[in-house]
């Protein structure tokens, strides 16, 4: 894709859908020269750090102290997939309390492509903070992607739902509001 970010962060939260990890960074690196898979600390309790890093042509980056991310983190398209409740609204609210996030917060700063897939249930789908984070990010230009109905109730948006978005935002050559 032509004047696609050569590098891809790709943020992964605790969200129940965390384990669709699996079948995200194979399509994503189909697209980026580089990815690097930064879990959020809930994103272990839900899919093993382990399984992430054996993806091939996966890097997993746990510290702002590996060599991918030294001296500084370099510009790139970020990709957050489950975005939970919890890490939408500290994002919108400038917390930065742990790597993910932080490296989230610096990219949308730096004006890189990001997309935020929201995953979550339907009572903090509705909740108010949800509705106000989301209009936060999309203001800073950010692409949010709602969470999808599913058997069950809401859940991350389908891979093809994604990737479709993230070609949209691509293909823009900015973040854009959506």
């Not at 991918?68 to 939970?84: H, N, T």
């Amino acid at each position: 894709m032509m004047g696609m970010p050569a590098l891809a962060y790709y943020l992964v939260s605790g969200a129940t859908t965390a384990w669709r990890a699996r079948e995200i960074v194979p399509a994503l690196l189909e697209r980026f020269e580089r990815v690097l898979t930064i879990p959020t600390p809930g994103a272990a309790r839900v899919i093993s750090v382990y399984d992430l890093s054996r993806i091939p042509g996966n890097h997993v980056v746990e510290s702002y102290l590996d060599d991918q991310l030294r001296p500084r983190p370099e510009p790139g398209a970020v990709i957050f997939a489950p975005c939970s409740f919890n890490s939408l609204n500290k994002l919108a609210a400038g917390i930065a309390d742990h790597l993910a996030l932080s490296i989230a917060a610096e990219m949308v700063g730096l004006g890189q492509p990001a997309l935020i897939a929201l995953s979550m249930n339907e009572g903090l789908w509705m909740h108010s903070q949800t509705k106000a984070s989301v209009c936060a990010l999309r203001r800073w230009g950010v692409c949010v992607l709602e969470p999808q109905r599913a058997a069950g109730g809401l859940s991350l948006a389908p891979l093809d739902a994604l990737l479709a978005e993230l070609d949209r935002l691509l293909c823009a050559g900015q973040s854009g509001p959506t």
